[in-house]
């Protein structure tokens, strides 16, 4: 069983950064693969980047440019550095992770493990 419990959320004023982490535990950090979903209210669970065992990273249109992901293996903690931040990033950041032979998409139903949520609030 894998546990994620995600840091770092809070309230900033648009043009503002933030950095959100996610400490997993329970199975080798170097198995999974690891995503950032988020969740705004009265809307959908949607995807907002991945990254796998290798460093190889994908990312919505919406934040491309603005955020980075990226994952410190010994650490077993994957970081997403959100810069520019707009009021629609306004939501619940969820960190997410799937075994490394799990076939993954950008449907949160194809993520396995889930962390607790961290909400991020920008002010415009």
């Known amino acids: 069983q894998v546990q994620l419990v995600e840091s770092g959320g809070g309230l900033v004023q648009a043009g503002g950064s933030l950095r959100l982490s996610c400490a997993a535990s329970?199975?080798?950090?170097?198995?999974?693969?690891m995503a950032w979903f988020r969740q705004a209210p009265d809307k959908e669970r949607e995807f907002v980047t991945s990254?796998?065992?290798?460093?190889?990273?994908s990312y919505a249109d919406s934040v491309k440019g603005r955020f980075t992901v990226s994952r410190d293996n010994p650490k077993d903690t994957v970081t997403l550095q959100m810069n520019s931040l707009k009021a629609e990033d306004t939501a619940v950041y969820y960190c997410?992770?799937?075994?490394?032979?799990?076939?993954?998409?950008?449907?949160?139903?194809?993520?396995?493990?889930w962390g607790q949520g961290t909400q991020v609030t920008v002010s415009s």
């Open positions: 990254i796998n065992q290798n460093g190889g990273t």
């Open positions: 997410a992770a799937a075994l490394w032979f799990e076939r993954i998409t950008k449907d949160p139903s194809t993520y396995n493990y």
């Open positions: 329970g199975r080798a950090f170097s198995d999974l693969k």
